[in-house]
């Protein structure tokens, strides 16, 4: 089992960067793959990035060429660097982890508020 903790979120300018930091506690964090997830008020959760066990990353269209996720697994942590930030980024952003070893699982993180407002 693998305990997740986000940190970093705030309120930011149309424009401006943000950093996100994820910090996994209890389980080899090395073999999770990791995703960043946020969900804006009345919309469903949505994946933003995803980085794997492997270090190969994806990303959706909305946030391609301005965030960039990252993992350091002597830190047992995962990142998501944002930049050009947009009002429609506003959401709360979830840590996510999965791994298979004979089951599926997966574990979120309690969120993380980013306001971008002028």
């Known amino acids: 089992q693998v305990q997740l903790v986000e940190s970093g979120g705030g309120l930011v300018q149309p424009g401006g960067s943000l950093g996100l930091s994820c910090a996994a506690s209890g389980s080899t964090f090395s073999r999770y793959d990791m995703g960043w997830y946020r969900q804006a008020p009345g919309k469903q959760r949505e994946l933003v990035a995803t980085i794997t066990s492997l270090h190969i990353t994806n990303y959706a269209d909305s946030v391609k060429g301005r965030f960039t996720i990252s993992r350091d697994n002597a830190k047992d942590t995962v990142y998501l660097q944002m930049n050009s930030l947009k009002p429609e980024d506003t959401a709360v952003y979830y840590c996510?982890?999965?791994?298979?070893?004979?089951?599926?699982?997966?574990?979120w993180g309690q969120g993380t508020q980013v306001i971008v407002s002028s």
């Open positions: 996510h982890a999965t791994i298979l070893v004979g089951i599926f699982r997966e574990y």
